[in-house]
């Protein structure tokens, strides 16, 4: 279904969006990160929140990594401070980086099994599939953010993949 380079590949456009998107998001006031726009997570602020703690969910599921301890309904309020909540971002997206960079191809033809909260019940399913959710997802919701931060004048520059990834090879950041 899917190889590690292409694994790789979203794990590097995930990254330089979230630092694009963060960029944006510390040029806002605190409040008005925080401001109730009826967001499927409410505000900026618990989007990017909700986000980072999926990623931590996924990445536990994926490798030795710590399962955050709140639960999904608990998510959008991981971090109350933003500029933590930004350190953890850049730290999860480094986690992303070497997870990505040491997988092995069998280990993506393999089925996950795990327990999901939101469903209430264990499941099986091809971890290529569950990878492709996981940027997947993380696309959704930073597609959420974006919508927001628009709407206070911010820029993220283009998200269309081929262009950020043109713009990372220009940069050497990516191979």
Known sequence: ??????????AAYNAEMNRRTYACAAALSDAQ???????????????LNHVLWADRI????????????????????LYDDFDALRAARVETDATIAA???????????????????????ELRRPRGMVVVHFFNHQTHHRGQAHALLSGYGKDTGDT?????????????LSG
């Open 160 to 172: 269309d993949l081929p262009i950020v990834l043109r713009d990372l090879e220009r940069a050497g």
């Open 99 to 121: 997870w990505a960079d040491g997988l092995d191809p069998a280990w993506l033809e393999q089925d996950l099994v795990w327990f999901s909260g939101g469903a209430r019940s």
């Open 58 to 77: 996924w990445l536990s599921r994926f490798c030795d990594y710590q399962k955050p301890t709140q639960g999904i309904r608990e998510s959008a309020a």
């Open 1 to 10: 279904m899917i190889t590690p380079a292409y694994v790789r590949m979203m």
């Open 33 to 47: 990160r925080r401001a109730d726009h009826r967001a499927f997570w409410g505000s900026l602020h618990g989007t």
